[in-house]
Every structure is written in C-alpha cells, then in structure tokens.
C-alpha cells in the first residue's frame, strides 16, 4: 500500500476545515494508514498550522521556502514533486487551489489522476475504487483508478465528514531543504475584495434565490415581487451572475457569498455543489425546478416541480392577499 | 496573438433530464440536447476579444467524432479562423491524460503563443488544461476570469477564488489558462452565420497525422476507468408537493410561515 499524504491549506497559522476530511479520506482508502499533512508556507503562520495539526495526523512535513509564503500552484507543484515520495497517493481538497495544482502535478509525479471524488469505497490490489458525480451532480458513477505508480486525488469539500476523534498526537517533521530554489512563470500579484453590492444577502433571513430557471433578465422582476412582499432579499446561484443579470454580490456559493437564512426559496437553481457550499445554517429549504432529477431536490425540505415563471407570481399573490386579509 | 482554443460537444445538463440505459454503463444519449460545453463557449470569446485588440487569429480544437464538427462550425461562425477535428478510432475511451496526450501533440505542431480551454465538462473533472500545460511546461492558471495582454510576451489575468474575491497573477508567454463562465458575454451566433460556414471543409488529425503512440492514449492506456453509472440512493431527500398550484402555494406559505419566513 502506498504512503498516502495530505496537502493542508492555511492561511495567517489558521488550517482550512478541509483537514480533517482529508484525514477522513485518507482512512477510508486505508482504514491502518497513518496519513501524512504537507504543508508548505514561509514563517510563523506556517508554523502554527503545522502545529494544530498535531491533533489530526501523526506526522505533519514542514516545507518552508519564503517563495511559498502565497500559495502559488506552480511553487507548490515544484515543491511536491521534489519532497513527495514516489508512488505515493496525494489527497488535495477539490477548490480553487487543488484546481490549480493536482493536475499537472499528476502529470509531474507520472501518477493517476481523479478528481472531485465524493466518497472512497476501498482499494483492491492497485485499484482505488471511488465514486464521483457527472453531469451536474444529476448522476454519479463508481470509478477505479490505477494506483500502481501513485495517485492525485482531489476531494470534494463537505463530502467527507469525520467524526470527532481522540489526538492523534502528532510530530512535526522540517522537509525545507529538500526544496532548493523555486521559480515560477506565474507570480501572484494581489487579491481585490468585491465592492460591497447594495443588499447584503448575508444579513437577511429569507433568500428567494434565482438560478438558470428564471431564462431571462426580465423575469427577475418576478423574484423581487415575491421578496418585496416576504421582506426578503433576492439571491442568486452563479449562471444569473454569468448573464449579467444580477451583480456577484448577490451570488450564493463558494465564489460568492455564504449565507445562513432561515429560509431559502431555491428557485430555478439546479443545486451544483459549488452552490450549495454557500448554504450554511440548515435553513428550511424549498425548491422550485421544472427538471425533476435536478440535485437541488436532494438537499431541498420541500420541493416542486413545476414552471417557476406560472409559479412564483402565483405565490406572490398568495402572500398578497393573505397580508390584505390580516389587515382588515 | 496565435490562439488555440480546446472545445468539447456536450449534453446540455441545463436542457436535459439525464436518465442511465438500462445496462447502467452509460447515459440514455438518444434525446439529448447536445452543445458546445459552455465555459468552453466563453473561452472561445475570450479568445476572440483578445484578437481584436491585439491582432492574430483563434484556431479551434476538438478530439472527437464527426457528430463534433458541429460545434467547430458554431465557434467559426462566431470568429474562430480554424477549425479542427481530431479523429481516430485508437483515441476512442481516454482518459484526462489521454485526451491531453494527443492535444498536446496537436499543439506542438503550431506556434501558439496562447491555449485556452473551459474550466471543466461534462464529467466536472477540471483536469485537461493543467495536464496539457505540465506536459507542454507551460505555466497555468485555472478559474481564469479576466485576462490583459501586457508587454514583453506576459498577461495579467485574474482568478476566481473564494467569497468573490479576484487572485491577480503575472504570467508568462506561451501558457494554458482554463477559463471560468461569466468572464465575457459571449455574442450570439445565428443560423445565417452557420450556414455560411456550413461548407467549409474542416482539417481531420489522426493518430499518425499528430504522430501519437496509440499505446499512449485510448481506453487501454487509462489509469482511470468509469465502471458504472448509478443514481444515488437519495438520503433525507425533499418531501415533494403534489396537486393543484393552488394547493401547493398554500402548502409552502404554511411551511414557510411555520419557520419564521413571512413577515
């Protein structure tokens, strides 16, 4: 059985949450394995990470280089091929950084590649088995990838939930001289923070929130109807933002905003996972979509499966005249 | 600027109830809408914006079959100079590596200063472009969502990460970027536009054209292998409302107000 390693993500000496399932992972891929952390990074804030992670590994590697200080995916990817064993299996958290770096370095390491991956059924001799989802999350197919010369595996955030464990007790083990120097053809520059929009959609107990389903800018108007009679606020999922049709400041997601409402009227939004990780709080959700496989059913309290622009001024005018009868 | 842009014919996942065949080793495809895979769509115009402004020309690829060059012809009529099929039954089955294999020999018998491809597919494996780019040692950068061509063969370019925020990056020439959705408003292209483009022969690259190993791609060189489609048993799942629009929009107002949703 390979090594199997993990790349932590932090940031200012505080882990990603994804650490822990990562752990998880690797455990489910070898119930015996004792997971090794990577991380890479440049000063305290490097050392403080490597040091919570004494809870969740045994071993965490330290690989200091003041390059690494941002996480740039090809310093990284450069650092990795030198410090990682080969043959190994290498578990990355599937966002925007393992997007950026576990591909081409699968190509570096001469390993697999598999992506995305939701849960892991177990290994039989060089074949890890696991499962992913296709077209859209609207199915998922079991997969086996060949680890006979090492593995990338990129884990879908939120998919693996570890249970609360005992320490592990772990060491912290310097690999920075390994490294040598590192040079990149791309450099990071800055990071720009959005404007703040004109609704601030995390404030608000009630989203009636709009994707792909709602087909044209006009029909937003019919969104606002309903959220001006709930008092609620308009929300979106990431095609109406792509169109143009709202501002990214209203978009719910792990490119957008994270929201906690009470309630969340998903309306015309498919239920991508990158959508649903922008939904925390376990509101009560209600979801409105013509497509009766869509994925946002799977998570939704209550769903219907009908025609959103028939729908909602139907439910706008219910709320209308229920207000007008309280009133008298 | 000399662009290449990888594109790939997919079902339209928006459009589509996707349903297994009854051996559940693939989709039903019979019905199915297909298109071109839509942040590939905007990379396309990426592309073509990038040309008007600095000049050059957008070349457009596909690994795939006949039914593909439709697609080559919807991206042409929007601009694209070339278009080109990549065709050979030995391609048949690769993987995310395989299908990288064979562009990047495709790509190595132009001069491209500049290979863009969608952030991901139909399969959500988001795995070509960062494979091609470490097969070519090109630098990459994935999520791309906006790019400036700077002086002295670099570009600026922005990606999405996370709550919105933007990662401003230098990166040199040659490079492969994989573009997210919404960095342009790709412009509309009309019938009258496809069909003028309808007779225009479109180059076919095999195997031997490109000069891949066979050995090297198609379905017995995968290290990774789909065995099985399946519909997952649904957890909790949502309780479904069934009967008149009217019931129902009484029945979601009860369970709206019952969890502190209406004013």
């Known amino acids: 059985m390979p090594r199997i390693f993990a790349y932590i993500v932090h940031k200012d000496g505080v882990v990603d949450d994804s650490a822990t399932e990562l752990a998880f992972a690797a455990r489910k891929i070898d119930p015996s394995a004792s997971p090794v952390a990577i991380l890479t990074g440049w000063g305290a804030g490097l050392d403080a990470a490597c040091d919570t992670l004494r809870s969740s590994f045994t071993e965490a590697w330290k690989v200091a280089s003041e390059p690494l200080v941002y996480p740039n995916a090809e310093l990284v990817r450069k650092a990795l091929v030198k410090v990682l064993p080969p043959g190994s299996i290498l578990l990355v958290s599937h966002d925007h950084f393992g997007i950026d770096l576990a591909p081409g370095l699968s190509i570096k390491m001469n390993s697999a590649f598999v992506s995305d991956v939701l849960d892991i059924t177990g290994v039989e001799g060089p074949q890890l088995n696991v499962v992913r989802q296709e077209f859209g999350g609207q199915v998922s197919a079991h997969v086996r990838c060949d680890i006979s010369s090492g593995a990338v595996v990129t884990i879908r955030p939120g998919a693996f939930k570890a249970p609360a464990g005992a320490s592990a007790g772990g060491s912290v083990v310097d690999k920075s001289s390994d490294v040598g120097v590192l ?106 979509n013509k497509n009766p496989k869509a994925p946002i059913f799977q998570v939704a309290d209550i769903g219907i499966v009908d025609d959103l622009l028939e729908f909602l001024p139907q439910l706008t005018n219910r709320v209308r005249e229920m207000r007008c009868v309280a009133a008298k | 600027m000399e662009i290449l842009v990888c594109v790939r014919r997919v079902p339209d996942t928006s459009e589509n109830e996707i349903e297994l065949n009854p051996a559940g080793n693939d989709i039903e495809r019979d019905e199915l809408v297909y298109s071109i895979n839509e942040s590939d769509n905007y990379a396309v115009e990426e592309a073509l914006q990038i040309v008007s402004r600095v000049g050059g020309k957008v070349t457009v690829v596909t690994v795939g079959g006949d039914d593909d060059e439709e697609i080559l012809r919807r991206e042409m009529a929007m601009g694209a100079s070339h278009g080109v099929l990549i065709s050979d039954d030995a391609f048949s089955g690769s993987d995310g590596r395989g299908i990288a294999t064979i562009l990047k ?14 952030v991901q597919a139909d399969d959500g494996a988001a795995q070509v472009g960062g494979m091609l780019a470490a097969m070519l040692d090109y630098p990459f950068a994935s999520l791309v969502n906006s790019i400036e061509v700077l002086e002295g063969r670099k570009l600026k370019i922005s990606r999405e990460i996370e709550g919105g925020n933007k990662e401003m990056n230098e ?28 007779s225009v022969p479109i180059p076919t690259f095999s195997a031997s054209d490109l000069g891949v190993d066979p050995a090297a791609v198609g379905q017995a060189a995968t290290k990774v292998k789909r065995v099985d489609y399946f519909v997952p048993a649904v957890g909790r799942g949502a309780e479904m409302l069934h009967g008149s629009r009217e019931e129902i929009v009484d029945k979601v107002l009860e369970l709206v107000a019952a969890k502190g949703g209406l004013k």
């Open chain 2, 171 to 198: 990166i040199d020439l040659p490079c492969v970027l994989s573009i997210q959705t919404g960095i342009n408003e790709p412009r509309y292209v009309g019938m009258r536009g496809i069909r003028q483009i309808a």
């Open chain 2, 105 to 118: 020999a495709f790509a190595q018998k132009g001069q491209y200063d500049l290979i863009l491809t969608g």
């Open chain 1, 183 to 288: 040079s990149a053809k791309r450099r990071y520059l800055e990071t720009l923070v959005p404007e703040v929009g004109d609704v601030d959609i995390t404030k608000h107990n009630v989203l009636v929130s709009i994707g792909r389903g709602i087909q044209e800018e006009d029909n937003v108007a019919l969104a606002q109807e309903l959220a001006d009679e709930l008092g609620a606020a308009v929300s979106c999922s990431r095609p109406v933002v792509d169109a143009k049709w709202m501002e990214k400041s209203r978009q719910v997601g792990s490119s957008g905003k994270t929201v906690k409402p009470k309630v969340y009227l998903a309306c015309g939004i498919s239920g991508a996972f990158q959508h649903l990780a922008g939904i925390k709080g376990n509101p009560f959700i209600v979801a409105i």
